[in-house]
């Protein structure tokens, strides 16, 4: 939660900070059921394959992994930050003003939102009533609404 000034539309923070773990040695964490829930996927320069891993840990410092501690938003218009690599490191870049009192949010990704119980196909699905006889689009040759239902 920001508990300062409000934070400006394109500041960075970072980098993401923790050890480095080889994505094969990851990969035997994730088998033994022992990943912190923490770390941030690195990609090789190319964006081809997994190269790694910076993980601060299970139980993260606040003060030394503050980053660490951002969650990931239910619905996309809650985010306010997006994640990025850079030269082998993550980083945050702030996408809309943050105000005072506004919990900072950044997107994980599909596969870890996934973990974490998040329904990625229903994210953004609209869950209020619909009329499209008010709203639809007028037809250019005969001014007539196309809605998509007969009346």
Known sequence: VNRGEAIPEGVLFGPYTG???????????????????????????????????????????????????INCPTKTQEQNLVGFQLAGQIYYRVIMDIPYGKELLVWYGKTYAEEIGIEVETVDKYTGDEDH??????????????????K
């Open 19 to 69: 050890e480095f773990i080889p994505a094969a040695e990851y990969e035997e964490i994730k088998k033994a059921k022992m990943e912190s829930g923490n770390a941030w996927e690195i990609r090789d320069q190319y964006n081809n394959k997994t190269v790694g891993y910076i993980d601060p840990g299970m139980n993260p410092d606040p003060q030394l992994h503050w980053m660490a501690k």
């Open 133 to 150: 006889t008010e709203e639809a689009v007028k037809c250019e040759y005969c001014g007539t609404g196309m809605g998509g239902e007969e």
